[in-house]
């Protein structure tokens, strides 16, 4: 069943002390993907997927496009947000973006920057 707010995940993130980046992004997107992303589980990312589907977080795709420009490869708003990943943070950031926004072109820092910076 479509969600737009898995509950089960919600409180399942700890806080890891002393991992928080000066690049942290939004607390609403750590929040969506510590619900539905939590340990990279299928079924939340299937589920966020069918959310995206359906209109719901129109704000996902932007937010998470400048996460990862700003991302360093040991990043602690990362981890706090999806858990075990294994291997890079990029390259899992990544496979969550392929999964995600399956066809559409992984977000290019440069662009994400010069956007960023004119909004």
Excluded: K
Aim: glycine share 8%.
């Amino acid at each position: 069943m479509n969600t737009p707010l898995r509950e089960e995940h919600a409180m399942q993130a700890p806080s890891i002390p002393g991992t928080h980046d000066r690049t942290v992004p939004s607390l609403r997107l750590r929040q969506i993907l510590r619900t539905y992303c939590w340990n990279f589980d299928p079924s939340g990312i299937a589920d966020l997927r069918a959310s995206l589907d359906d209109g719901h977080y129109t704000w996902l795709r932007d937010e998470l496009a400048r996460a990862m420009a700003g991302c360093s490869e040991v990043s602690g708003w990362w981890r706090e947000s999806v858990g075990e990943f294994g291997g890079s943070a990029a390259a899992a950031q990544r496979d969550l973006w392929r999964r995600l926004f399956p066809g559409q072109p992984e977000p290019d820092p440069a662009i994400v920057d010069a956007a960023s910076d004119a909004g």
